[in-house]
């Protein structure tokens, strides 16, 4: 395994000394006053974090401390000032911070926060420090050293900034915190609950405030599982209002943003997609089933990804048109997995039939009896996103997968009676559209790539799979990054969350 080397700008966290009253007074050394109730003391001589060529592996540890010296209870924001971070990868460029007496205390690591350009970020809010205490903080750097997965993306990436303190204020109330809050009672599913497989037949149960929990983990990007919530069955409180349009809350991604699906301009639609579309042009080998696609010679060749899709070209083209002054609010990091692994026992070949591994996860053959599906991606040629290079979106949006339907209570095979689960519903519990496409393939046969669907009309959101040459309904699906703050609603169709609109997004 080759350990890769990357290159970081010097990390300058400065501050030796700042004095405060009642706000902040100064920055770094230049300060200028004459009376003083707080003051935070690097006990290094000048805070600075410096190295260059550093190896995965590498960790830096800063100290200081902040006094009290006044007659009352002050609040403080620990805050890195113009932070630049343009580290591509998630999960190894991270932080913690752990401190004495009752200051901020971190139990595990956090990715640093991204940031393309100096903008100043707290890190803990209106932290507590009593009359006469002094709090003594260690924050620890470290750079994941992970000998299975290529880091070479964040070789010449930046990382600088500015450790300081900031008088006291509230953390707003992001959007993923008021879904959590608002959603109280957590629930499970599985394909073996005493016996039962919940996945076996459609969920359609009233379940408005519960979240349902699961993990994701993506080979090469987040391979470690990272809990994940989901909404499933007849919920009615996962409605969302964006960019002057109506979606559904999926669930929430390895990267902790908040997966929507489309439903219209209108939360009664029953046009709730944005037009209709093949998957694919062509439907002659199996690359078609392929969401971007390269040469049909091997399974790691259709996986080159150096073509669009039909659908990707239709779908990113409605995203110019609707929401390029929005992407600042979606998150480039999550993924959207077009799973083309193989089923166990199954080969890849251009002229046999073989089945993908999603046929197996929804039990095509007996209509979801054993189906058991899996929000992980075994391959990071299928984990499409903005930030991998290896299937990279142009723009962060995709479709929804034939897992985070079953998931959501739709099964292979079988009708959905009234009422139905949420992701096939308008707000006034009929459909709120026709058969519509999903990323994920499901085989090739007879000569064609089929992918999964979800039929309408008299088939009532059951999952089944069509020729990707056929002509079906569209819904996309994007991320809201887990910043993203909440500025009103509860949730429900005639009351949805709504973001805060803010010039950097978060």
Known sequence: LTLVIVSLLVVVLSVSLAWFT???????KDVSVTSANLQIVFTDSDGSISGSNIEPG?????????????????????????????????GYLQYKITTTNGGYNMTEFKDIPKSSAPKDTILAYSVSIPVGVTQSYTIEFKYANDESVDQSDDMG?????????????????TLLSQILNDNPTRSTRSNNNNGTNDFATPLTATTTGTLFTSTESITGITDSPKEVYYYAGNTTNNWVKFAGLYWRIIRTNHDSSIRLLY???????????IGTSKFNISDNSPKYAGYKYGEDTSLDTIRNNTTDSTIKTFIDSWYETNLTNYTKYLSTSAVYCNDRSLGTGQTYSASADFNFAPYYRMDYDTDGTSANPSYNCSDVRDAFSVENTNAKLDYPVSLMTADEIAFAGGVKGQIMNTPYAWFISNSAGTQVSTSWWSLSPEGWGDGNACV?????????GSLGNDIVFSTNGVRPV????SCVKWASGDGTADNPYTI???STGC
Request: aromatic share 10%; hydrophobic share 30%; net charge negative.
């Open 22 to 28: 009642t706000q902040i007074i100064g920055k770094g």
């Open 58 to 90: 590498w960790s830096a540890t800063k100290t200081f401390t902040v006094q009290n010296n006044s007659k009352s209870e002050y609040k403080y924001n620990i805050v890195i000032k113009d932070l630049l971070n343009t580290f591509v990868t998630n």
């Open 157 to 173: 990436k930046k990382l600088s900034g500015t450790l300081f303190i900031t008088e006291g204020t509230e953390e707003p109330v």
């Open 263 to 273: 439903v219209g301009t209108s939360h009664d639609t029953t046009d709730g997609n």
């Open 452 to 460: 999964f669907y979800v039929i309408g009309s008299s088939y009532d």
């Open 478 to 481: 994007v991320s809201l990054k």
């Open 500 to 502: 805060e609109e803010t």
